[in-house]
């Protein structure tokens, strides 16, 4: 068996037994190309399960090393990635390794201890950056506003404001159909699938369901299994366009570069979070795997914490007189 049919059997494991998201599985697969590629060249062969079982932990590191290497070196004119991006790559490639080589021996018979032998690099952990309450609050009015068709300011007024008010990713709420939203009318709450296809109920506020509800009345195609939030041609919305949307926003606003959709899920956690919400409930309420995910959080109110003492406190600055 060659290793690139290794490769494709366990991606096809990943997402069959393990759930895994199109994103992760298409991240491991990039990586695990590029490793098998540098193999190809190192042997001057098409690698096999025989040359898997036979790398080294030398190997590895030579590997990862010119991986990272190449990121960090301009090339035909492609800004360099930073240092931390490329210890979050490593991380990430290392994880991918460790994972491929417990599949061959546990399913094709191949052992090899090199890659548990690996370090993965620690990674600056990057904290939350929420928008304040007001632009969190009204992003789906303004966005909507500066559309000219009707349909799709209605349909982005109710996506960005759910998007808030639940703490959704965008995959999460584009995903969703009719059916979904009329159970969460009658119920009081949503059903989210996120990732690893874990299920979670988010509680729906009197403003986001009345939003929502207005919006089920103007759909152009309601019926059950249609998306919930369509594209102008029909068929499901591309995220793309809906960060498309945001970007000219914040734009016309002059709002930093990190108000995304997915800022809007940062802002859901942390005024939840300011106004008092257990972090347990908050870890439910976005659906992360790990409390160890939802604290990042609170770094992020204390990393705001500081900035504040230091902007206002008498004696933040060396120097200064009482």
Do not use: C
Not at 42 to 51: F, G, K, N, R, Y
Not at 228 to 254: D, H, K, Y
Not at 289 to 294: E, G
Request: aromatic fraction near 6%; charge should be positive.
């Amino acid at each position: 068996m060659t290793a690139h049919e290794a490769l494709e059997k366990f991606l096809a494991w990943l997402t069959a037994e393990r759930g895994a998201s199109p994103r992760t599985i298409e991240a491991y697969r990039s990586d695990l190309a590029l490793f098998l590629g540098f193999l190809t060249n190192h042997h001057a062969d098409e690698p096999t399960l025989t040359t898997l079982g036979a790398v080294s932990l030398s190997d590895l590191r030579a590997w990862l090393a010119h991986e990272q290497t190449r990121a960090l070196t301009p090339q035909h004119g492609k800004i360099p990635t930073t240092r931390d991006k490329a210890a979050r790559t490593r991380a990430r490639r290392v994880s991918a390794l460790r994972s491929f080589y417990r599949f061959l021996a546990r399913h094709l018979g191949t052992e090899n201890p090199a890659p548990s032998l690996l370090i993965r690099p620690r990674a600056k952990v990057p904290l939350p950056r929420p928008l304040p309450k007001p632009e969190a609050a009204e992003a789906g009015e303004e966005i909507a506003a500066l559309e000219r068709n009707s349909m799709v300011q209605e349909r982005d007024k109710a996506l960005f404001l759910l998007l808030y008010g639940g703490g959704l990713r965008i995959s999460e709420a584009l995903n969703l159909n009719i059916s979904d939203l009329d159970a969460a009318l009658a119920a009081g709450f949503l059903r989210v699938t996120g990732k690893g296809g874990r299920e979670r109920l988010v509680p729906l506020v009197p403003r986001v369901s009345d939003t929502l509800r207005h919006w089920r009345r103007l759909h152009p195609s309601p019926a059950p299994d249609e998306p919930l939030f369509p594209g102008v041609r029909g068929g499901r919305l591309n995220p793309g366009v809906a960060q498309r949307a945001m970007r000219e926003w914040r734009r016309s606003e002059g709002l930093p570069e990190h108000a995304t959709p997915h800022a809007l899920r940062h802002s859901f956690a942390t005024h939840m979070m300011e106004g008092g919400a257990d972090l347990r409930a908050i870890q439910e309420l976005l659906g992360h795997a790990s409390l160890s995910t939802t604290q990042r959080y609170t770094l992020a109110d204390e990393a705001l914490l500081m900035e504040v003492w230091q902007k206002a406190h008498p004696r933040a600055t060396t120097g200064s007189k009482a």
